[in-house]
Nanobody, 121 residues
């Protein structure tokens, strides 16, 4: 099975920065993509940023220019650097990875437990 360790969330003032980390471990054969989603109270879950094994990235329009996603393939870890945070960034942030385990014939989506980000003065 796959296990995620997510860290970096917390309370920050508007305009501040946070860096989220998500490390995947377990019987992993390959990870083709990793990313971050978020869900604010009363709102639909949305893609924040994603990065594929080849290095291509996607960002939500609301965070483009403020957030940067990166990954360390050797450590099966994805990062999200969040700058110039706004109150509307407040949400639970979930790590997602597209993973093939050693015993699987196909890839599946795996999700972390989520980490809370609160932007408030």
């Amino acid at each position: 099975q796959v296990h995620f360790v997510e860290s970096g969330g917390g309370l920050v003032q508007p305009g501040g920065s946070l860096r989220l980390s998500c490390a995947a471990s377990g019987s992993i054969f390959s990870i083709s993509a990793m990313g971050w989603y978020r869900q604010a109270s009363g709102k639909q879950r949305e893609l924040v940023a994603a990065i594929r094994s080849g290095g291509s990235t996607n960002y939500a329009d609301s965070v483009k220019g403020r957030f940067t996603i990166s990954r360390d393939n050797a450590k099966n870890t994805v990062y999200l650097q969040m700058n110039r945070l706004k109150p509307e960034d407040t949400a639970t942030y979930y790590c997602k990875a597209v993973i093939r385990t050693a015993a699987q014939m196909r890839e599946y989506d795996y999700w972390g437990q989520g980490t809370q980000v609160t932007v408030s003065s």
